[in-house]
Structures are given as structure tokens and as C-alpha cells.
């Protein structure tokens, strides 16, 4: 079984930052690629950025040169720093797994821009 644990989400002004950290444990291997989705209210979820074992990443469109996806291999956790926040950024911020068997979500962390 494989559980990720979301923080770092909150309340936070436009303009401003604030930093996701996932953490994964169970059956998982560091070359699994993780990434990190959201969900606004009323839209479908959608990829926010993805990084293999090795270190590769991809981003969407809307938060290229904002946020950074980054990963620690050896303590399992994924991280996505966010800077220059917009209120269009306000969603659930969902962490992702990819294994051989399935995809495992994290719970989610509410991330809310005020404009």
C-alpha cells in the first residue's frame, strides 16, 4: 500500500508563495514519477507539474517560470514551491504516484490566493 501526505497549503495574498511538500511511503521506489495536480472549484483536475526518479520535469502552461516542482529521493518527498501567486491559482493541490500496479493520490491541501 503506498499513502502520500500533503502540507504547506493555506491562505496566502497575490504575489506571494507558498511551498507544497508530499511525502510518500510504503511500496515505492524513487524511480516512480510523482507530480503534483489541482482542482478548482466546479473544473476538472489538472496537471500542475511532474518529475521522474531522475530528476526530469514538466510543466504546464499557466505556472511555467512560477513554480518549481523538486524532489528528495531519499526521504520519499516531492515538493512544489510556488512563487508569484495568482488568484486563477486557487484550488486543491493534489500530490501524485505513479507505480507499475496504480496511480495513488494524496488527500489534497487547499491552497486560496486572495486577490
Known amino acids: 500500500q503506498v499513502q502520500l501526505v500533503e502540507s504547506g497549503g493555506g491562505l496566502v495574498q497575490a504575489g506571494g508563495s507558498l511551498r507544497l511538500s508530499c511525502a510518500a511511503s510504503g511500496n515505492i521506489f524513487s524511480i516512480n514519477p510523482m507530480g503534483w495536480y489541482r482542482q478548482a472549484s466546479g473544473k476538472q483536475r489538472e496537471l500542475v507539474a511532474t518529475?521522474?526518479?531522475?530528476?526530469?520535469?514538466n510543466y504546464a502552461d499557466s505556472i511555467k517560470g512560477r513554480f518549481t516542482i523538486s524532489r528528495d529521493n531519499a526521504k520519499n518527498t516531492v515538493y512544489l514551491q510556488m512563487n508569484s501567486l495568482k488568484s486563477e491559482d486557487t484550488a486543491v493541490y493534489y500530490c501524485?504516484?505513479?507505480?507499475?500496479?496504480?496511480?495513488?493520490w494524496g488527500q489534497g491541501t487547499q491552497v486560496t490566493v486572495s486577490s
Open positions: 518529475i521522474t526518479g531522475g530528476g526530469r520535469t
Open positions: 501524485n504516484i505513479k507505480t507499475p500496479r496504480s496511480d495513488y
